[in-house]
């Protein structure tokens, strides 16, 4: 039987050969409308630089592990030359065409359930999903037994925090030839307590470890709004 | 001239005369009722051109004054007049209307008792094709005299009299009771023992057999009781025999089992086997084929793993293949898109195929469709696709090409006047309830029965796929309100029926989920605050509930679009208040806590105003209604409630600082306190920001 963890602690591992489903908290600050703001990281040795990026959850179904929604970047600088290494998910050299780019993401949350840490795909080996996982001081506590079985013995359902991939899918606002990239995908860890999200690019191709940090975004009221829908 | 006379002996009146004729003998009626017989089997145009003329009560005469009598050529009257009055009443409604207007039914049913076999045999073939059609009046088998009776016919020897017994079980038998009633007379056995007797009574006892199980997980019990092993294989043999109407029974009785009683029939072979057969029927050209797609909907209809299933099985494509083949008769069209709306229902990777396979485009014809079971079809399935915010956003949000080619047929189904899909009254004039009404909402009177015509399961299936698409995510929803949904969507919010109300709130509700400014005001002047008041107050509370939470999404995004629910005096916010504090239903409770949360959000007035609806100046002592709420077993109402205490409480605001102190003296911070601890961690960590918001004031006691 799943065992619930106290916060702060590592989670209990699930006994049994088969364990039973448990699903992440259903935390109202990832439902959908819910908006964030804050920057990409994506500075080379060459020069600093973060880009501004708004996200919206537009969709979300627990029992799945599944979210997504659009990710939007801000004032995407306008490149003087072509810059190499590719930076982050867009090739920058051909951006001085648009001031702002909209993409749609899918997320796997890492429910023990649907997904596990260990990616599988998109050229992500368990080490490298290691390498990224520990860079969220909330994953310390979780380390020894994802890398014995990726997390599929973990009961995440009480940790106050959920880690997610994002994947960007395509682009909302330009075309599929507009010579942008989407490749890569984030390492996501975002906090049930402020809605406050951390994540890591990750793209062989790119820099490493391009940061994202995003916070709720209140939309200039004083406190939290909600807004809701439900498909038939 | 021979000519002439020839000709005149074969027109329809000259017929009905001879049959009519008192002077005729019994020589020429009979040659009048075979003329009559011969000329009207298979021959719709031909039934309804009799029937017009008055030929029925002709023949129920004949059959009427000859019944008493037993000598031979009073037999073959009966045989033949039975014959046509049953060629009347195959597969023709307007038939066996006449036919029991005319009185036939209790003669034919004497005929069963009549001492000449071929009398007896006529009259069972007759009488099946009365219970073929809805129309045929309902068998009480709660009467000992009829259970009997029917016994009788199933233990005859006569295949056509076992047949009727078994056709009055499967028009007849609708509950659970008369289910039950049935297996303890010991039905379930004869049917079981009929299985193995002629195709005719095989098939007869399949289809009565799927009606005794039907939603009864007892009786399925029964049947698979100790004996289980032989029936069950005996029906499994049966979707193996080389006719296919047989094979498609014997499939419908497991789904049947299935359906009843999930724990049986759990073996993935045994499903994929059942799956395939089925496909393997929908080539049949006929109503087997017509009926194979719907078994096939029965089968995966609600369960996951099965559509999974069928979807490894490509039933998806071959589903998509029979639609491009076209053109195919609407039955057919009906029950291949409540297929792909079953398979697609849940399933992202179902979806997906059928976009690549590109049918939407039939699907969306089939939107204007002639017959209005195919467009209901159609809505179903557009809802079952759109079900997915990935397709939403890639295929049909706005400004694509599919949503316009999509939006304007479905508005146009809400107000599809077509009469063509249900009957809505029996033949005793009882009114018949539409399968989305209660019978509260038809309230009985015929008057609005005959509203029922402007077909409310079109309508409700069309706002199930608007629901979803007008979620679309962009912020102007262009398409939808250019041609004028909004508007159709607030008058059905209007409807007596509580069914198309909810759908047209729900649809209103994902509509306003995230519009801009312009759209909101648009849908706001076209709903009105009072209209928006009575929904909020609607008898029904899933309606209530919708309204809230229409309002939430109003009052979300742009801080002035608070400022909705304070027009006409706060009409709104009063209404909402009042739920609030009275509503039982946890869900509405939910919604209106949001409302109330999200109005928190605001500036100073905002807030103030929310306090006054969750804490009115009333004088009572009773226990504040948000200290129940926060007490609430659902977490969910747990978390609102929390939620709009953090706004309540939010720093920077000038009257944070009294309104802990209120909050802190109705009991509320000795309440959050309790709460700790939650069992659920979103209620646990918005219980400990209000807190530490609550505690930037002091403990509130000063």
Known sequence: MPVRVVENSAPSQVSGANPGHTSPPACTLLSVGQAFSGTQNVSSLQKDEAWRVNVRIQGCDLDHGYLCGTMEALNVPMADTPVAPIYSC?????????????????????????????????????????????????????????????????????????????????????????????????????????????????????????????????????GFSFSSYELQ | MPASSASSAHRPEDLISRLSSAAAEDGGKLKALRELKNQIIGNRTKKLSYIKLGAVPSVVSILSSTAAEDDASSASLLVQSAAAVGSFACGLDAGVKAVLDAGAFPHLLSLISHPNNKVVDAGARSLKMIYQSKLAPKYDFLE????????????????????????????????????????????????????????????????????????????????????????????????????????????????????????????????????????????????????????????????????????????VNKLCNHLQKGPLQAKRIQGILLALADLCSKLESCRSRLLSLQVLNLVTDALTHDSADVRAAACSCMKSVSRSVKVIIQNLSAGSFMNEVIVIPLVQLLHDTSSSVQIWFYLDSNVCIPPCCSKRDIGYSMQHALHCFIDPFLQVAALGAISNIVVEFSKHKSVFIQCGGVKQLVQLSKSMESAIRLNAVWALRNLM??????????????????TLTSLICDPEPSVQEQALALVRNLVDGCVDSIEYVFLEDGLILHAIGRQVQSALKAEVLVQGMYVLSNVASGNEIHKEAVMHQLFPQDGSTTEPIMIKHLQNKNSQLRTAAAWALVNLTFPSNPGASSRVAKLWNAGVTSQLKNMVNDPCLDVKLRVKTALGQFMTFGDGST
């Open chain 2, 513 to 530: 989920f995230l519009s801009d400014n312009r759209c909101k005001e648009g849908i706001f002047l076209e709903l009105t605050a009072s």
């Open chain 2, 144 to 315: 000992e005299k009829n259970m009997e009776f029917l016994i009788s016919l199933l233990n005859n020897e006569n295949e056509n009299v076992t047949g009727l017994g078994a056709s009055i079980i499967s028009h007849s038998c609708e509950t659970n009771v008369e289910q039950k009633e049935l297996s303890d007379a010991g039905v379930l056995k004869r049917l079981i023992s009929l299985l193995g007797g002629s195709l005719c009574e095989r098939d007869a006892s399949l289809e009565s057999l799927a009606t005794v199980f039907k939603g009864n997980p007892e009786v399925v019990s029964m049947f698979l009781g100790p004996e289980s092993g032989r029936a069950l294989s005996a029906v499994t043999e049966l979707t193996k025999d080389r006719y296919p109407r047989t094979r498609l029974l014997a499939c419908m009785c497991l789904i049947t089992i299935r359906n009843a009683s999930p724990c049986y029939l759990q073996d993935v072979e045994q499903k994929t086997k059942l799956m395939l057969i089925l496909l393997e029927l929908l080539d049949d050209p006929g109503q087997v084929g017509d009926e194979a797609a719907f078994a096939l909907s029965s089968l995966i209809a609600e369960k996951e793993d099965l559509q999974q299933l069928a979807f490894e099985e490509n039933v």
């Open chain 1, 90 to 222: 867009y090739l920058v050299f051909i951006l001085d065409a648009w001031a702002w780019v909209v993409t749609f993401w899918e997320g796997e949350i890492v429910d023990a359930k649907n997904h596990t840490f260990f990616t599988g795909k998109w050229e992500a080996t368990s080490e490298v999903d290691i390498r990224h996982w520990t860079k969220f001081p909330s994953f310390s506590p979780l380390l020894s037994q994802v890398e014995v079985d990726g997390g599929r013995s973990l009961d995440l359902s009480s940790y106050p925090h959920i880690f997610m991939r994002w994947k960007e899918q395509y682009f909302v606002n330009v075309g599929t030839d507009c010579g942008l990239t989407i490749a890569g995908f984030y390492y996501v860890c975002f906090s049930c307590s402020d809605g406050s999200i951390n994540g890591f690019y990750y793209d062989p191709n790119s820099s490493p470890f391009q940061k994202l940090e995003l916070k709720s975004n209140h939309e200039g009221r004083s």
